[in-house]
């Protein structure tokens, strides 16, 4: 049906305008509500996780995570605690003062206290002596080394009396019946610590611990007291807050298996608060049966005050039967997933309203403009016009219904072009064909006359052949071919040499051959028909190609000519045939038409076009690729017309005369090369192309061939790859900020967005830590802005120094910077003292201001580290992975305890070139926390202020001598070295720590396990 009111097209659209803007609106708001249902929530019933499953996963891991942390920290500071008590109560010297004491009638006076408490247990007489003070005083210095002691007793194993304490106000007690209970049990059972438990104390408030150990008399395995360390319950709430704590809400705690609290992260310690709200609320019924059961669980809950949380629970495996928790409030991180979600639905809801009003319009203008476009086609084609088109590029049903019209219209119009083009062939035929006939009548009248010139000639010959036989036949045994002789019975009379020798017979021999005994029984009858044809015609038969085989069965090809032969009397009396070998030249022919199929063959689905053409520019040869490629249906339209129909201006213009400079000086453009140009198709358009140009000779003829290629895909794909390669630059400029390039470099990767999850190298490099002293106490006293506003202020200066040393920032964390140096260890030592002498101009710049100045700590470290990427599907972050990073972070934390700026490990002095450029004490041989390995330290003075620089290079032989007379035990020399140390250098922390060292190991130095290596029980030292 023809459209021919073009008004009813607006009236369909309005109509259809109306409907879309209402299915659209429902559908986009419907479609998106469901997308961020799932995006949240995900889908049960087919294993979906959404994001609120993935976030609580991930919290979870990162609550065990910290678990772990905490649990092996309090692990390593359990076994500390009992090794120090077995030295101090395994120590000979206490073991014989104790014995002397008891020696001199105290266990006679500690039975009088217990029945008449009026008697001192402990006479004054008795404190005043010198082996009671020496015990004593050995307590008191063993108290002070330790801060989490809160006394120490040597109790008597009988009575529960306390004999020697480091509180006067304890000696003589007697401990309470069930604390000396719970001491004497936990003893006896080997426990590694115990609890001191109390009634008038609420379950809520944190309790003290004790190690206890028998101490043995000297002379024999007799118990004679036992020893006990108190230790307050801060020294527990030390050690859980060591590690972070997962956010602003996150806790931990340390429970008894009884439920009762021995320690947390926060504040507890008032009886009249945790006596009202039982601890962690509704979740500690969970707990209970968790430390009951003693196993580890994750748990979901609400705490004491109704907060929903998420808890990991840890049995520590001491045999102490104490649990840790460690929670985390689940609002602090589900809260702007739930956010989130409602920002996604209202923006849903405003993008539906304007994509339902953005598609009824674009449907619209999509169904008026073809309908129009195929009503004037339609009208043009009614007034006659048959190459008119209708320019409908939709692909619907009115699409189709065009494309349909535009068919059968093309279809027509060849309909008719075929049609002219048949009649003009037929009439073409006709005339080649009256030609032909013409031409045959006259060559068969030659023929003929050829012919009868032939036979006479031959009869003459015959007559002259039979008197010279024997001469023709010597002549004829060495021509090179196959002459035979035969009746009219197919027998073979005589034959040449060369004939007998392809057969395989005697050629002396006189008797006949049946050509039946020499050939198979077809070829044989052909023979003789072909024989008998020209003994009945008496004319001869030329020409005649036969395959035979020979004596050795390999393949002969032979052209024969049989001719019939007659005796002196004028009769018939055989054939003479002769024949000569043509195997070369019909394997020849055979291997050219081979060449000739697949060269056409090759031709023919070649995926670029071929082309020939001659001097002239006229083409003669072309393949289905070229014929397709411009846009052609037959190769005859291209065949003799100029290649310059394939060729748009200027190029169609230059050709023929570029071709005739070539011929006429020899100078090649692209000839025996290619290059880029432009080809034009048959409808007129244009596309780039690489044409490839040789030159050959052909027939006596000089032809050019060319192999044209369609690039236009290429050219598109090559600016589609610049600019792609353009938005990578500017990302990776972008991304260059946040991910070092060296991280990326060292990755095997150009671009950030080659990275993927799981990437990792390992290398050798060397690391550094550094992090300001005191930073918590300076950031208090700041606004939050001001905080952000200095720590950049400070990163800025810091940072020049590490990249002037070809090193790169692998991540700040807070305050602290954490940086790699591929190269050499000198570039991290050399960025190191840069660090130090920018800081000492920053601290210049803010001391007028009123600024108080900043110190800092640096570590370095060198060893084999994993470079890689960690995390999930929607977030990785790049990171290290080493011990060699775990232990450059702490010998960091070690600058704060030797009162030193910049310290290396040995395994970055052993790797340092330029060792002459540095002055350099070792400091300690050390075996951090975590480690099982010690490791020598050094401390680089290059980086002090110079006051300080000089007062410690002015001690620094003296203190590398004290150094090694204290590894060698030799504790009274070091001293005295060590006190020269102070008063040259009263400042000096590392002189310091080493004289009270010599102190301590002059008095306990006897234990055989003693190395010289320093443990250090935190982080810290």
Known sequence: MILKNNESVPRIVLGLQARMILFFGIMFAVTLLIINGVR?????????????????????????????????????????????VEILSNSRMLRHTLFAIYSSNLEKLLEQHVADPTVSAIPSSLQQSLMYKTLSDDLLFFKSAYAAYDSIQLVDIKTGIVIVSTEWLEIGKILPHHLFEEIKTNVEQGHKIGVKHSKKISRNVPLDLFIAHYVYSLESEERLAILVINIKHQALTHILRADQVFGQSGEA????????????????????????VPLLGKLSEQLQARIAQEQPAVLLGQDQYQQAVLAVYRPVPTGTGWGLVVKADEAEFFAPLRQSMLNAFAIGTILSIFLGLGGTFLLA??????????????????????????????????????????????????????????????????????????????????????????????????????HKQREQELIFDAAPAFIWHKDTNNNILWMNRSAAELI?????????????????????????????????????????????????????????????FIDEKGELTGVIVLATDITPRIQAEIALRENEKRFRTIIDTAVDGIIMI?????????????????????????????????????YSEQHDLYIENYLETGQRGIIGM????????????????YLAVNELELEHRRMFTGIISDITELKRTQQDLQRSKRELERQNHAYSRFVPREFLSFLGKESIVDVELGDQVQKDMTIMFSDIRDFTALSESMTPEDNFRFINAYLSK??????????????YIGDAIMALFPHTADDAVKAAIGMLNNLHLYNAERQPKGYL???????????????????????????????????????????????????????????????????????????VKGKSEPVIVFEILNGCSPEIREAKRSILELFTTGFTDYQRRNFTEAEEKFNECLRLNPKDKASQIYLKRCQFWGRYGDDPNWNGITELETKEG
Not at 886 to 907: D, F, Q
């Open 253 to 276: 705690f340390l429970l008894t298996k009884d439920f009762e609290l021995l320690s947390a992260t926060h504040k507890v310690n008032a009886p009249q608060v945790a006596e009202n």
């Open 674 to 689: 290619g290059r880029e140009i432009v080809g034009k198709r048959r409808d007129g358009s244009i596309f780039p192309i």
């Open 365 to 466: 203008r999509a169904l008026s403009r073809p309908l129009e476009s195929l009503t004037q086609t339609i009208e043009h084609v009614q007034n006659g016009d048959l190459h008119a088109r209708a320019h409908v590029t939709t692909r619907d049903e009115v699409g189709l219904l065009a494309s349909m019209f535009n068919t059968m219209l093309a279809q027509l119009q060849q309909s008719r072009a075929e049609l002219e083009q048949l009649v003009e062939a037929r009439t073409a035929e006709l005339r080649t064909a009256n030609f032909s006939l013409e031409m045959t009548l006259d060559e068969m009248k030659d023929l003929n006359d050829d012919l009868a010139k032939e036979v006479n000639e031959r009869k003459k010959a015959e007559a002259t052949i039979r």
């Open 614 to 650: 001659d001097t002239k520019g006229i083409i003669h040869l072309g393949n289905p690729s070229l014929v397709k490629m411009f846009g052609y249906d037959h190769i005859e339209e291209l065949l003799n017309k100029n290649i310059s129909i394939l060729m748009p201006t200027p």
């Open 40 to 84: 949240i929530y995900g889908l049960p019933l087919l294993s979906i996780e959404g994001e609120y499953s993935q976030r609580q996963a991930e919290i979870f891991s990162h609550l065990n995570l910290i678990t772990d942390l905490k649990e092996a920290n309090l692990e390593n500071w359990l076994e500390e605690r009992m090794n120090n």
């Open 798 to 811: 810091m940072e020049p120094a590490i990249v002037q040393h070809q090193g790169f920032i692998d991540k």
């Open 504 to 564: 395989g017979v005697n050629a002396d021999q006189s008797a006949p051959y049946s050509l039946y005994e020499l050939l198979n029984q077809a070829a044989a009858d052909i023979a003789y028909q072909e024989d008998c044809e020209v003994i009945t015609t008496r004319q001869p038969k030329l020409g005649i190609t036969k395959r035979l085989y020979d004596k050795h069965q390999k393949l002969v090809w032979m052209q024969a000519d049989k001719v019939p």
């Open 853 to 927: 100045p900043i110190e800092i700590g640096i570590g370095i470290h060198t060893g084999s580290l994993m470079l890689g990427t960690i995390g999930g599907r929607t977030r990785m972050d790049g990171t290290v992975i080493s011990d060699a990073v775990n232990l450059a972070s702490r010998v960091e934390a070690l600058t704060k305890m030797y009162g030193a700026s910049l310290l290396i490990t040995e395994h970055t002095f052993n790797e340092l070139n330029e060792l002459d450029n540095y002055d350099i004490r070792i400091i300690d041989k050390v075996r």
